[in-house]
Every structure is written in structure tokens, then in C-alpha cells.
């Protein structure tokens, strides 16, 4: 029987527009197959047939006008006759175990760790020390007996309690200033600690080498000793037992190393034989082939470092969304959840950059659980303590803690375990947590001496508790992060750790075995140079076995292959994969869609009006039918789709939320409701620009750290681009990042209403700047239509190290027909578009970009027909590519005298063109000005120089002097300085169109 499929609630519209009819009768079609498309004047979508079966009769065409309720065809077999649209499907709502009576931690994690509490010291708060202690044991007893989970069970049922008669409790953010992990849980190493030791020592040896080294040959090389340092055993306890490189079984671990502390890892990389001494030798050396970059720089050495971190902050962003990207890929069905790992080493100094704390919010709401924070906590930064008057360690424990991270602290090592095991005061606790930061610092400088006196000394009952040890015992006192038992038992604690993301808060020492030259102190972290005295001194702290003049002569060292220190380091490797850092690419092209999958583009709209940005959506939209694309794209927007007219897409391929959705959208009856899904395809990053960049990178770098090619397309608006997220477009670039970046409503002018801060008029200067970012500022739907499709192949299918930019607009026109042939000059920049032959009086060549190519239209027309000027128009899409074109020309030309000089792509565009040259486009004159030097002709940019400001479009357009009439009367004028027309008849236009001759230059205004 034949049904009705009509259109569903679309929300507040009427009278839709029908754009697309995507079947026919004799069609069989599948439930939810787009039967049509509509348009209103923000957005377009597609309506999704109700039920499987075969098109009968077509009830509309292209052009009809539609609301809800409209029929649109028949079907038969369908088993639904209208369209009310599917109710979201409800993931169960997770119904929590209320286990009261047996005795377990009901649905507490599981704590594995028991840990003793002591008593604190008696103090002057405590009036009643007996019944503290009750309280105390009574604890202690329920561990010992029912075990560390009933124990946490208990505190937190007494902890209700206590909120439910009105008290107010201690913060509890932080827990004490002791390891988390006790020593009786800890999972012992299965490593030889002998020979870890020595690999250890000749690693540090040879990275402290290698900077010294450098620095010899010049000190403009700069590098980093006291970073690695105060970090060897944090790394070699990953290297050696827990990071799985990828290879043909295993995705691999990802690991966002420390940017200053690279010499750490080219020096492990020198004993694994990856890296010769000559290439240690040509450490900041990167000019010339074969030296080894400054820090982590994929671009600079491609297959080798996979993550640029050196600026401070980026990492942490990154890592956390790279972790998120992780599960987005799992949860989409497109890779395996093998429970790999992204581990983020990180100082305590970077922590203070609002980029490093300000998504870790998201990484515990997302339950990142494939996720490790690694805060290597040396307590100093550049020029000082990072809180020389509080405890880093605590602060960043309560940050994390407060927003839902399973917190590890490694603060003690292995030596202070019997000294808190023998304090039976408690005071040994209470004296770690009353000191700060900057006294720990300088007990680390001071020797054992002073430690005894500032730090034991305090109290009589700790001076006497190490009374039998020497100073020199008391120096042995080490610290967490220098400990590898203490390490590894907190990197297999945060392995095992399921539901929440882990930081592991590591203390350490910066400048750790440096001695006088600079261990502890404060100008630790610029030590670059260590002389004769300080480098025997190196060695002999760590044993390394060279003699003293190879010492003098700084000579690395490697011991023979077959040594058991080279044997042991290859065969861990071995077994965890293969070695790390190491990037590696394996991933497939994607076919470029046809030609015609873009073919309504091609095509005059008429009289229809639309923006660029609704054309770039409708060609998503196009894409998301090719079976090729369509799984790989991942759109990406920052709490703007309703702006950008992309809310069709919340039905159509979902938000991926890990959660799924577990309630009832409350436009749930609308066709655009929003759609949250375990496999929603749309990474929807609420108001966070940077959180939005880092998953386009993750995304847009797929293809080597996930080995399958993705197509990141990120739409925000322009202004909240590349200027609030400058330095993580430049490690994108860094990173090969490949995928669109869409400028969306751009133009100083062409975005009226929102004033100042929203008005871009010079992003595409700012994306010009990264040598691999390939940047649009198109017109026409055609030529947007043109430019994807050629990004998508130079990118997806050949693979080329590029990313795009593009901008799209928010006015409406319609669009003409492609001129036949100027997809070459699309890509390459230009085309004429348009010859006005007519008068034949004299000419001008019109250039123009974005939405001020329709001004210059309207001008050439004005010329034309009141003033009798013929013109040509460009249409100009890229001035940057043509300033490529034209810089690497003009090169070329200077390197060779005497070969037959070239022509830029410009020249070769305009040489044979009469006329001087008006360019005109919504952004600041340096965009258009940048291909004034290819041409020997008249030059005149017009652009939008100045601060932006709420207005009318046309006001705006005539305040920038970029409208139609600036745009004749300036033409006039630059006519009239080339002495080819009468200066009065510029004169005369400038009256008529009432040009303000005395109006300050917008820039002043
Ligand atoms: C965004 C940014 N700002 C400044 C720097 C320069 N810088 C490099 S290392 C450093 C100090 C780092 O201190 P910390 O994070 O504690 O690392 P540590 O060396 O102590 O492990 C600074 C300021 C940088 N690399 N990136
Ligand atoms: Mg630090």
C-alpha cells in the first residue's frame, strides 16, 4: 500500500525551499535515505524517509515551496505514513548498585592500596588526644580486617553523615604531602635496577654531553641539561617497561615528550643505535641535513618526533583531545580498542599556562582513561620556585582531584620509607606538609648538614628519629621521581587505573647530579656550559666509565653491542614493539569523490540567494553521500552550528558524546533536534576554540598516529581563528596536520552587526605566515566548490603535507555559472572572470576577493556605462598563492642572470592587460598589496584597514571605502594619476558620490 512521506516538525519555518530531489519514482529506498532537500534562508536539510521501500509518485520539485505536513512523495511498502521523527534512542540510564550492608566499597572504585593512618602530634586544637586516637585505631582496625575499600566505605558514609547535621568539613582537595601509592602496595619492577642504573647514567652522560658539546662549537645554540636531568628516571622507567611502540599488531603507545628535554631522548636513541655521534654532534644544528632539532619537531625531523611541545601548554591541550580522538575512533567503529595509552610529560613551571589545566575538565568528563599526565614537579621553572611559597605538588593535587583525576604522587623515595614507617609522632608527616617549595628547593642545594638542622631540626623527636645517620645519609634521602621503584609502581598503578584519567605528580630535583654548576639552584634551567671540573664531576656521580681526558674531549658514550647494557635496552624495546619516538605513516589515500558529486555547484542559482557558507554546508552535505568520504570526515565546531547553518547534521550523523544520550532532547520532536550519540560523527566542543583546534589536529594527524586517514574540517567564526588560536594553527603545521580549516563569517564588512572583536579582517594574513597552510578567500559557490575538491585530493589522496584555510561568508547572492575553464586559476589564485569591452575609452584591471569581487562588479558596471571604462575582472582567490608563486619566481629569476627570466603567475595573468591595477577585498591593504610587486603596473589596494565596528553592511563597506562607489571614484582617480583620463572627471565623481575628502584614514578612527 502506498503511504505518504510528508515533511516532519522543521522548527519555526514556512515555506521551505525544495533544492534537491535526491530520488525518482522506481527508487528503493532505505529507511532514513534523504528523499529531499530543503532550504531556508540559514540552512539546508535533508528530509530522511520514514520507512524501506519503493518510490511510487514525486510530489514536488526543485523550487517548490514546502512547510510542515507537505507531502513529498509516496512510498510503497513503507510502514510509517508520515514522518514524526524517530525518538532519539535512549541509552538505559546507568542505575548505581546501593549496596548498604555488605562490605564492600558498594560502588566505590576498588582501593587496592592499604594504607595505616598515623596519628597527628597532639596540638591545641585537639581537646580530647585518647578519643582521637580511638578514632584513629578504630580505622586502622577496619583495614586490617575488612580491607582499604570498606574503610573508604565507612569515611564517606561518616562524611554524609556529618554534611547532613549541618558541619562543615575540612577541605579535603588534598591529601597529605606523602606518596599515595604506600609501600606494601607496591608493584615491584621486574627490571635489573644494576643495569638500568648504568643505561640511566650513560643517557643522562650523553645528553648533557651533547648540549655541552654544541655550545662549544657556538653558544648561539642554546639547549637544556638540568630538564633531562631532574626527568631520566620518569622516561626510563616508560622506556623500559611500559611504552609499546606501534607496529604491525599495536597501534602504539603516544607519547608527548617534555619539549626541553629532547636531548634526553637523541641521547637514548644513540645507545639504541638509531642515531649516530655525528648526529649528536649536529644537535641544534638543522640547517644542514642529518643535525637533530632544537626540541619535538615533526616538520624538522619527520620520522622521528610525532608531537610539537616545546610550546609550553600545547601539550597538555593536545594530549588530553588526542585521548578523546582516541575513544571517537573506537567508539565510531574505525579503529580496534587495543588500551592504548597517551602519556603527557609535562613541568611543573608549564602548568601555569591556562592552556594546561583548562581541559582537564573535559579529559575526567569523558572518562579518559587511556589518558597519563606525567608532572615532572623539580619545583622550579626559568627563573626561580614555581611556589617558592606554597607546595606545587598539593595545588596541582587539588586541581586534578576537583575535577574527577585519579591524582598519584611520587614524592618520597625509597629511603624515606623506613623513617616514616619509624615516626610514631606523626611529625615527620606534619613537617613535610608545614614546608614549602622553597625551602625544599634549597635543602636539595644545601647538603645533608643543612637539611638536618631546617628540616629535622624543627623538632627535637625528628632530630633524634636520624640521629644515627652522617649527612651524607641524610643527602641519600631521595625524592620520588628519582626513585625507579617508586616510578614504576605509580606508572602500573596508572595503567591499571579504569574511569578516570591519571596525573602522576612526580618530585624531583632540577639540574638533578649537576653539583655546583647546577643542581637545585636557580639558574638550574639556562645551564648550558658545564667546564672540566663540573663534567668530572658528572661522571663520577653516575659512574660513567670514561676516563679523564675522554672526559675533557666530551666523548659520548656507547658500550660494545654486545654489552649486557646495550643487549638489555634493545631486548626491553623488542618486547614493548619496536622503539619511541618513531613516526611511521601506513595509513590508505581516500579516492577523491567524482567530479559531479559537485556538480549543482557548477550551475547559475538564479535568482536564489545564498552565502558561501550555507554553499561549503550543502557540500558537506554532498560529501557525507560519498561512501569513500563520508566515515572520514569529522566536523568539528566550536557551539556555533545554528550560526553556520550546519544543526541539519545533528540528525543526519549524530554528536558524539561517549555517553550517548541519556535524555530527551527537548526539540526532540524536530527534524534538527539534537542528537547526542556513542557514534555521532560531529565533535561538538562547546564555546573552546583551543579544545576545537587540538581535536582538529588529533584528527588531521590521524594518518600517522592512528594509521587512517581522517578529514578534519573545522568551522568557527574567522576572528576566533588563527588570532585566538595562532600558535596551535603553527604546530599543526609543525605536526602535518591535513584538513580544512573554514573561516567562517568572514570579512571586516561582510559580518555587520557584531562589531570589533567579531569583524576579521586579517586572517588570511595570519594564515599566510605558515609556510604549509594553503589559504581561499572565494566568491562564488563554484569556486568554493573547485577548492574543496582539490584539497581533498592534494591532501587525502596525494597526501600532501598541507592544510587549508577558508573562508566563507555570511551575505547572500546568487551565484553565477562557472566560466568554462578557470579551475586552473581558481586553484592557482586568479581568473578573469568578467571583460568589459564596450567603450573601448581606456582601461582598468579589477581585482577582487570574497564578497567585495560583487562591489568591484558593480563598479566595473558603473565605469562602464557612466563613465565609458572598459575593465577586466579577476576574480582573485588567493593573493597568498599568488604571493608564493610570485616570491619563488622572483627567486629564481635572481639566482639566474642569465637564463630567460620566468613570469610570475601574475604577470603572466595582467602583462598583456591595459591598464593600472585596483584591487580591492574585505581584508587590511597588506593582503592584497602582497602581489604588488609582480607587476610593473599602477598598483592601488583598497582594503578594511582599522578596528571594526557594528553597522549596517553598507555603511561599513562605504566607512572602509571598499563599496562600489569608493571603489569608481578611486578607479577614476588612479585613471586620472596615469594621466589616461581627465583629473577633473575623478574630481567630479568624488562629488557626486559624496567621498568626505577630509574623513580621517579608518585606521585613526
Ligand atoms: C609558551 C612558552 N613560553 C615560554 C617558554 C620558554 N621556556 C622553556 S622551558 C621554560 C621553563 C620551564 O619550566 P618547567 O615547566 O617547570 O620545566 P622544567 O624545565 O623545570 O622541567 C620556559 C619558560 C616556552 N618554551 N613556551
Ligand atoms: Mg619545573
Redesign the pocket.
Known amino acids: 500500500m502506498a503511504q505518504n512521506i510528508s515533511v516532519p516538525d522543521i522548527g519555526d519555518f514556512q515555506d521551505v525551499e525544495v533544492i534537491e530531489v535526491l530520488v525518482k519514482p522506481g527508487d528503493k529506498v532505505n529507511k532514513n535515505d534523504p528523499i529531499v532537500t530543503i532550504e531556508s534562508d540559514k540552512s539546508s536539510i535533508e528530509i530522511p524517509s520514514p520507512s524501506s521501500g519503493e518510490i511510487k509518485d514525486l510530489k514536488v520539485k526543485i523550487g517548490d515551496k514546502v512547510s510542515e505536513g507537505s507531502i513529498l512523495a509516496t512510498i510503497e511498502n513503507g510502514q510509517t505514513a508520515s514522518t514524526p521523527k524517530e525518538k532519539p534512542k535512549k541509552e538505559p540510564i546507568e542505575k548505581k548498585p546501593v549496596v548498604e550492608k555488605s562490605k564492600t566499597n558498594g560502588n566505590l572504585t576498588p582501593v587496592k592500596q592499604v594504607k595505616k593512618i598515623f596519628a597527628e602530634p597532639a596540638s591545641k586544637d585537639d581537646i580530647d588526644p585518647i578519643e582521637t586516637n580511638e578514632w584513629i585505631e578504630s580505622l586502622n582496625s577496619v583495614i586490617d580486617n575488612d580491607g582499604a575499600s570498606r574503610a573508604s566505605y565507612l569515611l564517606n558514609k561518616v562524611i554524609d553523615q556529618a554534611y547532613k547535621s549541618g558541619l562543615i568539613l575540612p577541605d579535603t582537595r588534598t591529601t597529605p604531602y606523602i606518596n599515595t601509592i604506600p609501600p606494601e602496595a607496591e608493584i615491584k619492577s621486574p627490571g635489573d635496577q644494576n643495569i638500568e642504573k648504568k643505561i640511566r647514567a650513560y643517557i643522562r652522560w650523553n645528553a648533557a654531553a651533547m648540549v655541552v658539546k654544541a655550545n662549544k662549537k657556538s653558544s648561539e645554540l642554546g639547549g ?1 641539561i ?2 633531562f636531568a ?2 631520566a628516571t620518569l622516561y626510563d622507567i616508560g622506556m623500559n617497561h611500559f611504552w609499546r611502540a606501534k607496529n604491525n599488531k599495536f597501534g602504539g603507545d603516544l607519547i608527548y615528550f ?3 628535554s629532547a636531548p634526553g631522548m637523541y641521547a637514548r636513541a644513540f645507545l639504541e643505535g638509531r642515531l649516530s655521534a655525528k648526529q649528536l654532534d649536529g644537535f641544534r644544528q638543522e640547517v644542514n641535513k642529518g643535525g637533530l632539532s632544537s626540541y619535538p619537531h615533526p616538520w624538522l625531523m619527520p620520522n622521528f618526533w610525532q608531537f610539537p611541545t ?4 600545547l601539550g597538555p591541550i593536545m594530549g588530553i583531545y588526542q585521548a578523546r580522538f582516541l575513544k571517537y575512533l573506537i567508539n565510531r567503529g574505525l579503529i580496534k580498542d587495543e588500551g592504548r595509552k597517551i602519556w603527557v610529560f ?5 602548568m601555569d ?1 591556562p592552556e594546561s589545566l583548562g581541559a582537564i575538565g573535559l579529559a575526567a568528563r569523558e572518562k579518559l582513561d587511556n589518558l597519563i599526565f606525567v608532572i ?1 614537579c ?1 619545583l ?3 627563573d626561580g620556585p ?1 611556589r617558592g611559597n606554597g607546595k606545587i605538588i598539593q595545588e596541582l593535587e587539588g586541581s586534578f582531584r576537583g575535577t574527577g583525576w585519579n591524582v598519584i604522587k611520587v614524592i618520597w623515595g625509597s629511603y624515606w620509607d623506613q623513617l616514616l614507617a619509624k615516626d610514631k609522632t606523626g611529625l615527620l608527616v606534619k613537617r613535610m606538609n608545614e614546608c614549602v617549595d622553597g625551602e625544599y628547593q634549597a635543602f636539595k642545594a644545601k647538603g645533608g648538614s643543612y637539611v638536618r638542622e631546617k628540616f629535622f631540626g624543627k623538632y627535637p623527636e625528628l632530630k633524634e628519629l636520624i640521629s644515627s645517620m652522617t649527612d651524607k645519609d641524610i643527602w641519600k634521602l631521595n625524592r620520588g621521581g628519582h626513585d625507579p621503584h617508586k616510578v614504576y609502581a605509580a606508572y602500573h598503578a596508572a595503567i591499571q587505573h579504569k574511569g578516570s584519567p591519571t596525573v602522576i605528580l612526580a618530585k624531583t630535583i ?1 639540574g638533578y647530579g649537576m653539583g655546583k654548576s647546577g643542581e637545585s639552584i636557580n639558574t638550574t ?1 639556562q645551564q648550558k656550559k658545564l667546564d672540566e671540573k663540573d663534567l668530572l664531576y658528572y661522571r663520577d656521580r653516575f659512574g660513567v666509565p670514561l676516563t679523564d681526558k675522554q672526559v675533557k674531549n666530551i666523548e659520548y658514550y656507547k658500550p660494545k653491542e654486545d654489552s649486557e647494557e646495550i643487549k638489555y635496552l634493545k631486548n626491553k624495546r623488542l618486547k614493548l614493539g619496536g622503539f619511541i619516538p618513531e613516526r611511521t605513516s601506513f595509513a590508505k589515500q581516500i579516492k577523491t569523490p567524482p567530479k559531479d558529486i559537485f556538480e549543482a555547484f557548477m550551475k547559475s542559482t538564479g535568482k536564489k540567494e545564498m552565502s558561501t557558507t550555507m554553499a561549503l554546508v550543502r557540500m558537506l552535505t554532498a560529501l557525507l553521500r560519498d561512501k569513500n568520504v563520508s566515515p572520514r570526515l569529522v566536523p568539528i565546531i566550536p557551539d556555533e552550528a545554528r550560526t553556520f547553518g550546519m544543526e541539519g547534521f545533528f540528525q543526519k550523523i549524530g554528536i558524539y558524546a561517549h555517553e550517548g544520550q541519556k535524555y530527551e532532547p527537548v526539540d526532540s520532536e524536530q527534524l534538527s533536534s539534537y542528537r547526542e550519540d556513542k557514534s555521532g560523527q560531529v565533535l561538538e566542543e562547546g564555546i573552546n576554540e583551543s579544545g576545537a583546534m587540538s581535536s582538529w589536529i588529533a584528527a588531521g594527524t590521524s594518518y600517522t598516529n592512528h594509521d587512517l586517514e581522517m578529514i578534519p574540517i573545522y568551522i568557527f567564526y574567522s576572528m576566533f581563528g588563527f588570532q585566538r588560536v595562532g600558535d596551535l594553527a603553527w604546530a599543526a603545521g609543525d605536526s602535518q596536520a591535513r584538513g580544512f580549516l573554514i573561516g567562517a563569517t568572514a570579512g571586516r564588512t561582510t559580518l555587520a552587526g557584531e562589531g570589533l572583536q567579531h569583524q576579521d579582517g586579517h586572517s588570511h594574513l595570519l594564515s599566510s605566515n605558515i609556510p604549509n597552510c594553503v589559504s581561499y578567500d572565494p566568491t562564488f559557490a563554484y569556486e568554493m566548490a573547485v577548492i574543496l575538491r582539490d584539497g581533498i585530493k592534494r591532501m587525502h589522496e596525494k597526501k600532501e603535507n598541507i592544510f587549508y584555510y577558508i573562508t566563507a561568508m555570511n551575505e547572500n547572492y546568487s551565484h553565477p555559472e562557472k566560466p568554462k575553464g578557470c579551475e586552473d586559476g581558481i586553484i592557482k589564485g586568479m581568473y578573469l572572470l568578467k571583460e568589459n569591452n564596450n567603450k573601448g575609452k581606456t582601461k582598468i584591471q579589477l581585482l577582487g576577493s570574497g564578497t567585495i569581487l560583487r562591489e568591484v562588479m558593480s563598479a566595473a558596471e558603473i565605469l562602464s556605462k557612466e563613465y565609458g571604462i572598459d575593465s577586466d575582472i579577476w576574480s582573485v582567490t588567493s593573493f597568498n598563492e599568488l604571493r608564493k608563486d610570485g616570491m619563488k619566481t622572483e627567486r629564481w629569476n635572481l639566482l639566474n642572470p642569465n637564463e630567460r627570466r620566468r613570469k610570475s603567475y601574475v604577470e603572466e595573468c595582467l602583462e598583456k592587460r591595459d591598464g593600472p591595477i585596483i584591487a580591492a577585498s574585505d581584508y587590511t591593504r597588506s593582503f592584497s598589496d602582497q602581489i604588488r610587486p609582480y607587476t610593473r603596473k599602477g598598483f592601488y589596494s583598497l582594503g578594511t584597514d582599522g578596528y571594526g565596528r557594528s553597522d549596517t553592511r553598507k555603511n561599513l563597506r562605504k566607512f572602509f571605502e571598499v563599496d562600489k562607489e569608493h571603489i569608481v571614484a578611486y578607479t577614476l582617480s588612479a585613471l586620472a594619476k596615469e594621466q589616461l583620463i581627465a583629473t577633473k572627471e575623478a574630481e567630479k565623481a568624488i562629488k557626486k558620490f559624496k567621498i568626505d575628502k577630509n574623513k580621517e584614514f579608518p585606521t585613526n578612527l
Open positions: 637544556h638540568g630538564t631532574s626527568a617534555q619539549g626541553h616545546v610550546s609550553m601548554g609535562l613541568g611543573d613551571g608549564e599556562e615532572n623539580n622550579q621553572r626559568l614555581v632540577k634551567h
